[in-house]
């Protein structure tokens, strides 16, 4: 069974940071793009970073870019998104994804496991 597991959210002032925390089980880890997604209220979901499955590529929104930091844990089965100088409009659900994509990890509809999500709320 494929299971991928937030946990990390919380409430944060403008400026501080936090660390989510993904761990992922049930599917072959190192064939899998994963992805951080986040949808605030009222809003598209989008993306935030991804990582292809020869862990080669990175992207990042233009909005994280230089604040967010995608890394794998020494498990390998566990990604980690360290969130810094956070702003009022990063408040979402934050959600990691795993997809088989095998180049290109940007497409969102191309993820096919899902996380539950976590909050992240920033205040001014």
């Known amino acids: 069974e494929v299971q991928l597991v937030e946990s990390g959210g919380g409430s944060v002032q403008a400026g501080g940071s936090l660390t989510l925390s993904c761990v992922a089980s049930?599917?072959?880890?190192?064939?899998?793009?994963i992805g951080w997604f986040r949808q605030a209220p009222g809003k598209h979901r989008e993306r935030v970073v991804c990582i292809n499955s020869s862990r080669s590529s990175t992207h990042y929104g233009e909005s994280p870019r230089g604040r967010f930091t995608m890394s794998i844990g020494t498990a390998k089965n566990t990604v980690f998104l360290q969130m810094n100088s956070l702003k009022p409009e990063d408040t979402a659900v934050y959600y990691c994804?795993?997809?088989?994509?095998?180049?290109?990890?940007?497409?969102?509809?191309?993820?096919?496991?899902w996380g539950q999500g976590t909050q992240v709320t920033v205040s001014s």
């Open positions: 049930g599917f072959t880890f190192d064939d899998y793009a």
């Open positions: 994804a795993a997809g088989h994509l095998l180049v290109d990890c940007r497409p969102m509809n191309d993820y096919d496991h």
